[in-house]
């Protein structure tokens, strides 16, 4: 089940964003910025099983317009992405290769490039946000969609 993430949702989302780049970029946007910001919607894929034990699938984070994906064996919840893009469709969505490729499927008018380092999310008013580098931890292989045009 796909829902919005609240602050009891912290310790979870740490522990599953930790192993990749992309997930500590979506951690570190969260800790800079919090659950209840304006700009930023965290929506996490989590399943519960019959011993209440959580299970997290994927985690979505929504920043003014872009979309920063982390879905662990591939599991991308194309359906609700479906559902997202019905309303609004973001300027840039990135994170791991094989998650944004499912999500070209669906946008298919986007150009698509790579980097090693995370790329620059457009911001407030065209300002750029760069998360500061500690030590290489959103270095890895990025995968970028960007609408044409878009920062």
Wanted: glycine share 8%.
């Amino acid at each position: 089940m796909i829902r919005e993430c609240r602050e009891e949702d912290r310790e979870i989302l740490s522990a599953y964003l930790s192993e990749e780049p992309y997930g500590r970029a979506i951690m570190a946007l969260v800790e800079k910025y919090g659950f209840d910001s304006p700009f930023q919607t965290v929506y996490v894929d989590m399943a519960v099983n019959g011993e209440n034990e959580k299970h997290v699938d994927g985690v979505y984070l929504w920043f003014y317009h872009s979309l920063i994906l982390s879905c662990r064996q591939n599991q991308v919840a194309i359906d609700f992405l479906e559902q997202m893009f019905g309303i609004v469709t973001p300027d840039i969505i990135t994170g791991r290769k094989d998650n944004v490729n499912i999500v070209s499927w669906l946008l298919t008018d986007y150009l698509s490039e790579t980097a090693e380092e995370m790329p620059l999310i457009p911001g407030d008013g065209g300002k750029t946000e760069q998360l500061e580098e500690d030590g290489g931890r959103f270095r890895g292989e990025w995968h970028v969609l960007r609408k044409e045009g878009a920062v």
